[in-house]
């Protein structure tokens, strides 16, 4: 699946392309310089990118019919994170029925992406001559061009909300994206609590009096669940872009 994917995200136009009159050309038209396209093609071309990342870390072909797992107790994880949190944005971009959400979703986007830079440039010492007040003003003429409450532009949601939203686009319950988003999070993490709540763990022994010496591992079961809700996520938000870059019709 992921192959085919890869193989997509190559490709100039084809399923990216966005056709006059779809949803997505009046999305674009209406907040440019700020694409959803591009945002959402973004998004889901990192999810493949970490779910491709992930398969080629876990397995090992030695021979046409023989090949090798081999489990991260902590990065894969992390991928499997990454995966879910793209396909989650792009899903969460997409999915609104009216265009004033889906502006609004993008130049939320674009607030947050922006101050996270001019933080960067300022720890560095390359201040940017464009304020932050000087963005948000002219992000939320955009915003209400579209038809959006400008106001929010600037309260755009974490990924914990992201990721709930675009779980209730799949056959699952949303709850069921986030706990996998959170203990994927508290492993990539290094989290001390996070390692014994979903890890896997075997006790070998004692370090002390009272206190148990574990063996810690990969939690494959946590690994699989976390991959198919990266993958049906991804392919819930192809098919969103799809919907959205054709011409009603």
């Not at 006059?20 to 209406?30: F, I, K, R, V």
């Not at 492993?187 to 370090?207: F, K, V, W």
């Amino acid at each position: 699946m992921v192959a085919g994917w890869e193989q997509l995200d190559g490709q100039p136009s084809g399923v990216w392309k966005v056709e006059t009159g779809s949803d997505l050309a009046g999305d674009d038209a209406a907040i440019h310089p700020y694409p959803v396209s591009s945002a959402a093609r973004t998004a889901i071309s990192a999810a493949v990118s970490h779910a491709g990342c992930l398969r080629d870390s876990l397995f090992l072909w030695t021979g046409p019919e023989h090949v090798t797992a081999r489990l991260h107790t902590y990065g894969q994880l992390t991928l499997v994170r990454g995966a879910l949190e793209n396909a989650s944005r792009a899903a969460w971009l997409l999915a609104p029925d009216d265009r004033a959400t889906r502006a609004l979703r993008r130049l939320q986007q674009e607030y947050l992406e922006a101050r996270e830079l001019l933080s960067v440039r300022e720890i560095i010492g390359s201040p940017s001559a464009r304020t932050m007040s000087t963005r948000l003003d002219e992000l939320a003429v955009l915003a209400r061009s579209a038809g959006a409450d400008a106001a929010q532009v600037k309260k755009g949601p974490g990924y914990r909300e992201i990721v709930e939203t675009a779980g209730a686009q799949v056959p699952s319950a949303p709850w069921t994206a986030v706990v996998i988003w959170k203990a994927c999070s508290a492993i990539a993490h290094g989290d001390m609590r996070g390692m014994a709540a979903y890890l896997t763990t075997e006790t070998i022994g004692h370090a002390a009096p009272g206190i148990l010496l574990n063996r810690v591992t990969a939690n494959i079961q946590l690994t699989v669940a976390g991959t198919m809700a990266a993958l049906a996520t991804t392919r819930t938000a192809l098919d969103l872009y799809a919907r959205r870059a054709r011409r009603p019709g």
